[in-house]
């Protein structure tokens, strides 16, 4: 949220409305905070701004224009983000301050872009330590407008007491804030705002793979939409990819599907194609009714399935598709279309599989693992046990060839009790705890989507199967049920092998009783002076002093104790007891 939070980037302030000294021009500059209009102390124009050519004076023309040539061959990344060091030249014109009638130079400087905001910015360097580099840089002044606050090495842009500030001398920022908006609307010199960093999306592309955009534009130059009849518009085969000759879209080239004939007048298609936000931002809608084509989907349907439950994605889905997704969402929405605010539910990222060296896989690094080289080496289902077991989905995890290899061996562990024939007719009670407790584990874990540990769950009871040397029927279907969804090739063949059917996917989810989850007995180790020196079965619900008795009459035990006063005694429920003596 706070990613899709910045992207957007709402903020709430002011316009603040300045005259140029000398002329009838204004403009306008937004600011977060108005009431640090007192320590305006310049004014940065962008190098497109309109007004530079006509308030640069003749002294300063040449540098200028030098300077916004220059400013045209950097990419807007290079002049933001990657803009460390600031640079700028003076046009030679002053801006009036609203608020106190002082003249203030007109600056320009690259980092500030024609088409975010304004197109200008009010430089306040005690207040901002960007306009506070860049009037240190160019020694211009810095105007204190805080009480007690030292700006000789940066700029304070926190809470304080206004001073130096006309009317609004005493008051703390919130006050300021409004006192100024008041004022700044009483004197029609400015107005509340509320800005976004968000802009506008280019739509189209200037490619072939992407949707058709189902447009025609007739000889007349009309803008005809196809009728419904017409859609679904399709790409046309085409044996050439390229752009055309003159630069245009490849579908320029399918000169038969370009032109097209409309109530008698010649036409000829939009070229661009869509991008892959319109297909991507919408799918899982059409998911819900795949062969509907009067509509998207029955509304039933959607009324029915949607939300989305789940999005799994990494990071980088956050600001891009998610946030796009729910755009469409909304627009669909808003058209009746979709009944709901949200698509989806809950957003989930997963970890990243890093290189065995712990960084992240790469060409240039020599340490990326091919899955198909895994998958014939070793089988898909031991490449999907081995991604689910490595750790917490969430988290990233540095690859292991140790690891696959012994994927590989539990699964041929688990196939060969099908395989030999382990299983039998008869019940296996002995199994009951094990098997109970790994259908429940297993069942929330996956509902939390900690496969790691439902994993862990399910060797448990394999290893608990080969120490009886055999399992019931019924408890290993179940087992196979509940293996199926992390290796489903190997289970499908299993539950053909044990039940003689198909089809494991429609076969209902195993159930467990909970009253077998509950252990009888346990196996409690015992430890003097913190060294193990034996074991000794208790009931599960025996109370810790009855657990101290039956570790003290351990013949192991009573040698060590023999003699020594028992200084104290330390019970783990169902694991150890530990015995502290001198």
Known sequence: KEMQRNWIGKSTGADITMKIKDTNLEFTVYTTRPDTAFGISFIVFSPE?????????????????????????????????????????????????????????IWISDYVLAN???????????????????????????????????????????????????FLDGLNVEESKKAMLDWLVEHHCGEPKVQYKLRDWLFSRQRYWGEPIPIVRMDDGTLRALQDSDLPLELPAVDNYQPSEDGESPLANAKDWLNVTIDGQHGVRETNTMPQWAGSCWYYLRYLDPHNDKALADPQLIRHWMPVDLYIGGAEHAVLHLLYARFWYKVLRDCGVVFNDEPFQKLYHQ???????????????????????????????????????MGPLNASKPWSSKGMDGARR??????????????????TPELDYSYNVMVKKVTEDYDSLAFNTAIS???????????????????????????????????????QMV????????????????????MN??????????????????????????????????????????????????????KIVNIIAN
Not at 461 to 484: A, C, T
């Open 49 to 105: 701004h309109p007004f530079v050519d006509q308030i640069t004076t003749p002294e300063h023309k040449d540098e200028v224009h030098a300077y916004q040539a220059e400013a045209a061959k950097k990419s807007e990344l290079a002049r933001t983000d990657l803009n460390k060091e600031k640079t700028g030249v003076f046009t030679g014109s002053y801006a009036i301050n609203p608020v106190n009638g002082r003249l203030v130079p």
């Open 116 to 166: 975010y905001g304004t197109g200008a910015v009010m430089g306040v360097p005690a207040g901002d330590q960007r306009d506070w580099d860049f009037a240190t840089k160019f020694g211009l002044e810095i105007i204190p407008f805080m009480k007690d606050v030292d700006i000789s090495q940066g700029a304070y842009a926190g809470e304080g007491i206004h001073a130096n500030s006309g």
């Open 410 to 427: 539990w699964l041929d562990r688990v196939y060969r009790v099908a395989e030999a024939g382990m299983y039998t007719d008869e019940p």
């Open 499 to 518: 039940t003689g059917k198909t089809g494991i996917s429609y076969e209902p989810w195993p159930s467990f009783d909970e009253s077998k989850t509950q």
């Open 351 to 389: 970890g990243m599989i890093l290189g065995e060296n712990g960084v992240k896989m790469s060409k240039s690094l020599g340490n990326v693992v091919n899955p198909d080289d895994l998958v014939k080496s070793h089988g898909a289902d031991a490449l999907r046990l081995y991604e689910m077991f």
């Open 521 to 574: 007995e346990v196996t409690m180790a015992v430890q003097v002076n913190g060294k193990m020196r034996g074991t000794f079965t208790a009931s599960a619900d025996a109370s810790d002093e009855e657990l101290t008795e039956a570790a003290k009459q351990v013949e192991s035990v009573q040698r060590q104790i023999e003699g020594k006063t028992i200084r104290k005694v330390i019970v783990v429920k169902h």
């Open 457 to 495: 769950q399910m060797m448990v009871f394999i290893n608990d199967v080969y120490k009886l040397g055999r399992v019931s029927k019924d408890m290993l279907e179940g087992f196979i049920k509940i293996l199926s969804p992390i290796v489903p090739h190997i289970c499908e063949e299993m539950w």
